[in-house]
């Protein structure tokens, strides 16, 4: 039988945590929770390479950037989750493998925990270091010539689905979402060259 | 000067004291969920804020950014900061158009300045565009994806001159989207 999941969440408040657990509970999944006060009551903890997720509030570390960053050293492999509580601390999104919202839905946020459980850390982390794959290149090449999503699965020989597929994708690497910025991105990386097919965006 | 408190200044002002606290709280902690019960009678001062918002906007933080990135374009020897600053005109103009409307149409409406029985609020509702999304991007570029130069001092002044705008303008909409739009639909349910 596969092992439980051990999931640690940080969080000062006992309703929230208790509520994050409830919404866990309802997933099928078993977890086994734990919790901790603050990150520093997390770090005193001994059997790290148990920890396969961590849920953090992003108040906690709101005043506190460097308590974040040693947390990710002393868990290499584990992925954590912001919970971002106030519309301030959206601003934290980025220090995080992956976050929700206090007033997201159930389903959004076991979605989240979910797909924290099963992408790896290590392939996730080469994601987000924004490296496009050659087809997302293709298509941040095709989208920033001016094509629209039908032209541009023409041109590649793929279905439209795919092409919105690869936008998303390109979006959350680079966070970028305008095609105006990613025609700045393209020529700051020498992705495309500026010519008189981009007249536009001289 | 003499030193006030704000209840006086509040007082002076006509402006209610705890719409006026409410109000300042946000650039603390924004959030949208409010304790102050919000009336149909604030939103003479609600709309006058936000007006007095995107002058702002549009006489200050806009142009000193422009001038940062003209100045940027200008130094810099690279055609990525001749793009920026074209991507930022393109920008500006649309945050011109969000704001020209919501002071021709919403604030107005709001105020019962505006009497067009076939204007609704829910048109606005329904599309307030985003004017946030293309200022991320923007920064996203200045942080990670612009050419490593003798520019960074510059590049950082424009990057904290962006983040200070995105945050008001974060500000603003919660008060438009979360405040004064509930406020005139109450209102229209009158
Ligand atoms: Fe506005
Ligand atoms: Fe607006």
Redesign the pocket.
Known sequence: MEEKKHIVIVEPSVIIREGISAILRKSDSNYFVSYFDSITQLQSFKKKDKVNLIIVNSNIISSNFSEINTLKESFINTKIIGLISTYNSRILEHKFDDYFYLNDKTKDIVNTVINSLVEDKIISNTIYKNNLSDRETDVLKQLVLGNMNKSIADNLNISIHTVITHRKNITKKLGIKSTAAMAIYAVANNIIEIDSSLDEFK | MQEKTIGELCTEKGIDIDLFLTIAQLHIDSTDSFSYDFKIDDLKTIVSY?IK??EYYSKEILPSISESLNHLGTVGNDITYTLLLNFFSVYKEEVDK??KY??MY??PYALDILKDPNYKIKEYKNHHPDIESKLIDLKNLLIKYLPKDEHQILKRNILIQLLRFEKDLNI??I??EAILIPLIEKKEKQ
């Open positions: 936000l918002s995107h969000h704001l919501e002071e919403v604030y603003h909409t008060i438009e």
